[in-house]
């Protein structure tokens, strides 16, 4: 029983890996396109997911 889990733990370290290097990859190998989808996270991340035009939805009850 403890094997099973072992190799569960195995695969999910080599999954955490292989995405690392992909993230790397993709920061080496497209910088403009890395950072413009970092900063679009970022500034979703600092507005807050549910982030409603509260001027739009105001002007459709007048």
């Not at 396109?33 to 900063?39: E, G, H, Q």
Request: charged letters at 15%; hydrophobic letters at 60%.
């Amino acid at each position: 029983m403890l094997d099973q889990n072992t190799d569960r733990t195995y695969w999910m370290i080599g999954a955490v890996v292989v995405v690392a290097i992909l993230i790397g990859a993709a920061k080496v190998a497209f910088p403009k396109l890395f950072n413009d989808v970092i900063a679009k996270f970022t500034s979703v991340l600092t507005a807050g997911f549910a982030h409603f035009p509260f001027d739009s939805l105001m002007s459709f009850f007048q």
